[in-house]
């Protein structure tokens, strides 16, 4: 594939900060699943309440942050010249989210008599088939990053308007549409994220720092305006769970993670580019550039009885206090910190060793090629 004209805008600029955004998320998230942990009088108190509204931000995150990534390094690969090398890499990734989600999902249910299981939509399925739609989507336009960023836009809002629809949704489609605990992640509306995401992600590798702190200014102003309307997107659409599937509610959402990554974007900004990073800064990237590893291992710490004894629900939960649980809170994001470093060596062998091997297949060696008659 040749190399785009210098006309097609793009930025080598780091994002950093989408990093920390995902990092923070991480750590919200096991913030919010640890409140297993807590005395059932104290979950349904006051300050839980408060407590799991800034939780409602952690999925959206996650789920932007996903789309992001993925437009920002298409739209630099179809600069470079590169987006052949640059698609296979993101349908790998994405087999790599649904094969934790899948083992997390063998864990938890009885795959081996009832495989269906295998298909419930969790937020790591969610996660996978936001990318999947995204995808196509974002490999056809990267080259055009105007257009792949007003598609995006486009999609997003048309995915919110549609959202309280899916809450009447008759089968087959109820079960990937409508929030159930068979689908605790459904794709409306959480594909409007994933585009959003996209879009911002697009603009970061074309126009840079500038062009995505405009974008984020633009899409908190959007939201701010959703969030203060709540009554008429309200009447617009038949009866449906409006912390679930309204428009408002979910530009609330995307207000506040804006909001949240402009900040960090403003930090960044700030920071020199050669600078050493903090221990804080070094910890909060841990956990944004493994955030697949920390999911998985902060569940099977929280949640897995290891060897059928131990997990921090068995031996803590429904027992803690607030002090107990900030420190029994800050033992498991420990562990799961130290659990993905040391396994960041080793998923780096396994792929280098993967890379190795499917290279070797497709050299095709004399012996697998079929000798050639002569006459």
């Known amino acids: 594939m040749s190399t785009l004209p210098s006309a097609v805008p793009a930025s080598r600029e780091r994002v950093r900060a989408i990093d920390w955004l995902r990092g923070l998320s991480v750590l919200f998230m096991i913030q919010t699943h640890a409140l297993v942990l807590l005395t059932p009088e104290l979950r349904k108190s006051v300050w839980t309440g408060r407590l799991l509204k800034v939780d409602g931000l952690v999925a959206p995150a996650f789920i932007f942050s996903a789309g992001f990534a993925l437009a920002l390094l298409m739209v630099r690969s179809a600069a470079a010249g590169a987006l052949h090398e640059r698609v296979p890499r993101n349908l790998r990734r994405i087999a790599e989210v649904f094969a934790v989600a899948a083992l997390v999902n063998w864990v938890w249910f009885p795959i081996r008599s009832e495989p269906v299981w295998l298909l419930r939509l969790d937020i790591l399925h969610c996660v996978g088939l936001c990318l999947l739609l995204t995808l196509p989507m974002a490999a056809l336009l990267a080259s055009r990053p105007r257009v792949l960023a007003g598609t995006a836009f486009v999609l997003a809002m048309v995915a919110f308007a549609l959202a309280p629809f899916s809450d009447s949704a008759g089968e087959p489609w109820a079960s990937f549409l409508r929030k159930s605990n068979w689908a605790p992640f459904p794709l409306v509306p959480w594909v409007g994220f994933a585009w959003l995401g996209a879009f911002a992600g697009c603009i970061a590798g074309a126009w840079g720092r500038k062009g995505l702190a405009r974008a984020l200014g ?151 090629r079929p000798a050639r008659r002569r006459g």
């Open 218 to 368: 633009f899409l908190i102003a959007l939201g701010l305006l959703g969030t203060l309307m709540p009554g008429v997107l309200t009447n617009l659409y038949p009866p449906h769970r409006f912390f679930v599937t309204n428009p408002s509610n979910s530009a609330t959402r995307f207000m506040w993670v804006c909001a949240v990554l402009l900040v960090m974007l403003w930090v960044e900004g700030r920071m020199a580019p050669d600078a050493k990073p903090s221990r804080a800064r070094r910890f909060l990237e841990v956990f944004g550039t493994a955030s697949l590893s920390a999911y998985f291992f902060h569940e099977m710490l929280l949640y897995y009885r290891v060897f059928g004894v131990f997990s921090f629900q068995k031996l803590w939960g429904d027992s803690s206090g607030w002090l107990k649980y900030a420190g029994l809170l800050a033992l498991l994001i420990a562990c799961t910190f130290v659990l993905c470093v040391a396994w960041d060596p080793v998923e780096r062998a396994v792929k280098k060793a993967f890379a190795r091997a499917t290279q070797w297949l497709l050299s095709a060696p004399r012996w697998l």
